[in-house]
């Protein structure tokens, strides 16, 4: 008789799950952050070249329109934040085509909050208060990590002077692929997933700031104070070799929006990527004028994996994406 009807996670553990996301919305409303619901669909998707978003054909009243499946509840929350809803937060149902795995499924829940006048420092000190009761223990000490001086310790070069023919040459011993072709940034993804993230978070939390500017999505820059090279204002979180969080000091100047939603399109067809509808709602909210302050997206599931320390994101998820 087929199984493939039951559950990848056990009844006893979607109770834990029930709890420990109790525990989340108590986290947010002790600090008076407005729990929010936004649509999973909007007219425009991530134009991020490493991520693949969803779209779908729709009946509306404008007729048959592509929508998009969000690969977070960004956009969405950054018009409400920009319609006065003050400091908002959401455990949204948000999706990325072809990521199934051991830490990834292709539908999964992301917990996002914004802050209204906070500072990155401030939002990173949250969010690991929010770690820390979610796991129930403390995971040990809390570092933080500059992108470049990681590179330097792990791989010994900086990844922001380095030439990029020794940088593919790199990255292609060191991931086993032909990286001829790539870009610089395909090539630092590659080294930063491989060789450097499995060793964060290891007795301890780290956290990765000043990433390459070109990295910045939706975070503003600023110039590193070594030498005046400009970074990405954005952090990640890391525990036991898994990335939790990232969080951006959030980008509110609307036109410098719209000019590198144009600048992803153009990546993409340059990668042979097909281009991705620009929300033109949420530039005309970064018009009328968002509240400077920062933001960051969770990945529930895996924090709930590691509280429970289960194997995979299968296991605490009722019905994963190869047995939905």
Not at 135 to 148: E, I, N
């Amino acid at each position: 008789m087929a199984t493939d009807w039951r559950p990848t996670a056990s009844i006893e553990t979607l109770r834990e799950r029930a709890r420990l996301l109790t525990e989340v919305r108590a986290f947010f409303a002790e600090r008076g952050v407005l729990e929010v619901e936004t649509p999973v669909l909007g007219h425009g998707g991530s134009t991020d070249v490493l991520l693949a978003s969803l779209s779908l054909e729709a009946t509306t009243p404008a007729g048959c329109e592509r929508l998009w499946l969000q690969t977070s509840p960004e956009f969405h929350m950054k018009r409400l934040l920009a319609a006065g809803s003050g400091p908002v937060f959401q455990l949204a149902r948000s999706f990325r085509d072809g990521e199934v795995g051991r830490r990834h499924n292709i539908e999964f829940t992301m917990l996002e909050w914004y802050r209204p006048g906070y500072s990155l420092e401030a939002l990173i000190a949250e969010t690991t208060a929010l770690i820390h009761v979610v796991l129930g223990r403390d995971p040990g000490p809390l570092r933080q990590r500059r992108y470049r001086e990681l590179f330097r310790e792990v791989l010994g070069f900086d990844p922001f002077g380095v030439e990029l023919d020794t940088l593919r040459r790199i990255a292609g011993v060191r991931g086993g692929l032909d990286m001829g072709a790539a870009e610089r940034d395909d090539c630092l993804d590659l080294l930063m997933s491989l060789v450097v993230e499995p060793e964060l978070g290891r007795d301890g939390l780290d956290v990765v700031v000043d990433y390459p500017a070109s990295q910045a999505a939706l975070a503003r820059r600023h110039r590193d104070p070594e030498d005046g090279e400009w970074v990405a204002s954005r952090f990640e979180v890391y525990l036991e070799g898994v990335e939790l969080a990232n969080g951006y000091d959030e980008l509110t100047d609307a036109e410098e929006q719209r000019q590198r939603f144009d600048e992803d399109n153009v990546a993409r067809r340059r990668l042979g990527l097909p281009e991705v509808d620009v929300d033109r709602r949420l530039l005309a909210a970064l018009a009328h004028g968002m509240p400077a302050g920062s933001g960051v997206a969770l990945g529930i599931d895996r924090l709930i994996q590691l509280a429970l320390g289960r194997a995979s994101v299968a296991e605490v998820i009722a019905f994963a994406t190869p047995n939905c």
